[in-house]
């Protein structure tokens, strides 16, 4: 079931290349936390919307939000990926999909491709509770910056 305003976010643990652990429990709950999960790493839709926020960094870390994305691509493939993009947050590995599916961000079926995170968008407050949540069925329609903006500004 899709995690949804008001909730409580799940805490977590993912790795950001192979043995090296990012804990964002640690985080959510005590920072404000914008998670972005992305179908797959390296896809043009997913690579724009990554490098929209590098693009923007300076502003989105003026915000004060730790922003995370998320694929259920392998830790190498992220690492990989956040290199040649030049990403200065953090991409986590989903690969065995447990936080997509805890935040109901999952497409079990995406054009035969079984187990793919939905394109969604999360801002979370410092006391760990869902304070906008958009989850896409279509991983062709982009994040909506300015309503995630708007509640980071909100929190």
């Known amino acids: 079931m899709p995690l949804t ?3 409580k976010a799940p805490v977590f643990t993912l ?3 192979p043995g090296q652990p990012v804990d964002v429990g ?4 005590r920072e404000m936390v914008v ?5 797959l790493a390296f896809s043009p839709i997913c690579t724009a919307e990554v490098c929209h926020f590098r693009d923007h960094w300076n502003h989105w870390a003026s915000l ?12 190498f493939t ?3 990926f956040r290199e040649l ?5 953090p991409v986590l590995s989903d690969f065995n999909k447990d936080v997509s599916r805890l935040y109901g961000a999952l497409h079990e079926d995406l054009i035969g491709m079984k187990g793919v995170s939905k394109r969604s968008a999360f801002v979370i407050d410092a006391k760990g509770i869902v304070k906008y949540a ?3 069925e279509d991983p062709r329609v982009q994040v909506d910056f300015t309503a995630i903006e708007n509640a980071v500004k909100a929190c």
């Open 15 to 17: 790795s950001s290349q």
């Open 64 to 75: 004060g939000c730790k922003v995370f994305a998320i694929s259920v691509d392998s830790p």
């Open 134 to 136: 958009s989850i896409s």
């Open 35 to 39: 998670l972005l999960f992305i179908p």
């Open 85 to 89: 993009e030049r990403i200065p947050f």
């Open 26 to 29: 640690a985080i959510i709950g």
């Open 78 to 80: 992220v690492a990989k």
């Open 5 to 7: 305003v008001g909730s």
